[in-house]
């Protein structure tokens, strides 16, 4: 794809070094609560010592230009800050909080610059993505493009920083784990509601985040229940919540929702066996579940942890079960390091994915564009050893419809972030 460094020279270069102050201010002032930046007073005092972005330096359409160019002092955007409540209000002031923060930000594999470029990189893949993807386009074409505006935007360096896990482009019934494996042949449809589920990631912190597109007015109430019971379960979620909540919260949301099918009213569903998930570093599913429905599982958020909050909300039964050709796989997190493999071509297999993945998910296209070929049998094996996890697409009752929107959120010590977050959703 073509590169181009142009300037605009009509840009004024104040409006870039303000940009970049927003950032900063959060993190060495108060909470940037609001998002609007702080005072006046305290920017003016910095401009002097900061470093500038390149003048005029303008992103290509599609996007193409690696992101760190527009960040050169390495610090990127915070996301949507939300404030704790109740016992833990205090956090958003103290002192000891803050002093905490400032040290996680000074440690390079700590700081939250990693996941806000995963984040920067998603919004701007993505912002492309949403008004790019047309009916008519193959699944490969839609995969392929975001995979390369993702590959070329956090510009991809071994397991330092790429693409997180595979582009799940799941379509109507399916809600999630479909992604074309090559020769796929399937075509986007006007009816369809597709769900875009990309990954990005930064020295393993992974930045987790879904939506979902239609072209036809009938299921825009569902994208909106499923909308709004996510950014339920984001305002539930904290310090200390227990995960059986949020998981009410969400359903309590997604089901004061109705759909209206061919003058016929339809309930929305939470899906009852999805959820969203902790995120630990090179670990998609980082060991703690969050259900989209009410349950007693008491179990605690806790401070420092990363949670992908995703819902999906079905016209269906409302619960999934696997079906079709598997593409996503994972090697197991906490599996044996040096498993007994009788296949000769699994061992090599499995070297090619310790070095290119970890354990970070692929599919099958990722293989392929690696040079592996007739490596299914191999993979199997190392599925069947327990060595690598395979994910099936899931789906509802053939005719229904699902749809998904998920934000990756930081219980930071003094405030929530919702790092992911756009204008889009
Ligand atoms: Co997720």
């Not at 072209?215 to 200390?240: C, F, H, M, Q």
């Not at 994972?330 to 498993?339: L, Q, R, V």
Request: hydrophobic share 30%; glycine share 10%.
């Amino acid at each position: 794809m073509a590169i181009t460094d142009k300037f605009q020279e009509d840009i004024p270069d104040v409006v870039e070094v303000e940009d970049h102050d927003e950032n900063e201010e959060a993190e060495e002032g108060a909470p940037d609560v609001t998002g609007t930046g702080g005072d006046g007073k305290k920017k003016k005092k910095k401009k002097k010592t900061k470093k500038k972005k390149p003048v005029g330096l303008v992103q290509t359409d599609p996007p193409r230009i690696g992101l760190s160019k527009f960040f050169p002092d390495g610090h990127y955007p915070v996301g949507e800050i939300q404030e704790y409540t109740d016992d833990n209000a205090y956090r958003t002031t103290s002192e000891e909080k803050r002093y905490q923060e400032r040290m996680i930000l000074e440690d390079p594999e700590e700081t939250y610059d990693n996941i806000r470029r995963a984040a920067e990189v998603h919004r701007l893949v993505r912002r492309h993505a949403r008004q790019w993807i047309k009916p008519g386009m193959s699944m490969t074409s839609i995969a392929e493009t975001i995979e390369e505006g993702t590959r070329t935007l956090v510009e991809e360096n071994g397991l330092e920083s790429g693409i997180g896990f595979p582009t799940g482009l799941s379509l109507n019934n399916c809600a999630a784990h479909y992604s074309p494996n090559a020769g796929d042949t399937l075509v986007l449809s006007h009816g369809d509601v597709l769900k875009v589920d990309f990954g990005v990631h930064v020295k393993g912190r992974i930045l987790d985040s879904a939506f979902t597109l239609t072209w036809e007015p009938t299921y825009n109430k569902l994208l909106e229940a499923v909308k709004a019971s996510t950014n339920a379960g984001i305002r539930a979620a904290g310090i200390d919540v227990r995960l059986g909540d949020v998981g009410a919260a969400i359903q309590e949301v997604m089901e004061s929702y109705e759909v209206e099918v061919g003058s016929k009213m339809i309930p929305v569903k939470s899906i009852e066996n999805l959820s969203g998930h902790s995120i630990g570093p090179y670990q998609i599913h980082g060991g703690k579940s969050v259900l989209l429905v009410k349950n007693r599982d008491q179990t605690k958020m806790e401070e420092g942890e990363y949670y992908a909050i995703e819902t999906f909300g079905s016209t269906g039964r409302g619960t999934v079960i696997e079906e079709g050709d598997c593409s996503h796989y994972a090697k197991i997190f906490d599996g044996p390091t040096n498993p007994p493999l009788r296949l000769t071509s699994a061992k090599s297999l499995l070297k090619t994915i310790n070095k290119n993945f970890g354990t970070l998910p692929f599919c099958r296209r990722y293989l392929d564009r690696i040079g592996e070929s007739k490596y299914l049998l191999a993979l199997n094996h190392l599925v069947s050893q327990g060595v690598v996890q395979d994910y099936l697409p899931l789906c509802d009752i053939r005719g229904s419809m699902t749809a998904q929107f998920e934000h990756t959120i930081l219980l930071r010590p003094t405030v929530k972030e919702v790092v992911s977050r756009g204008d889009d959703y």
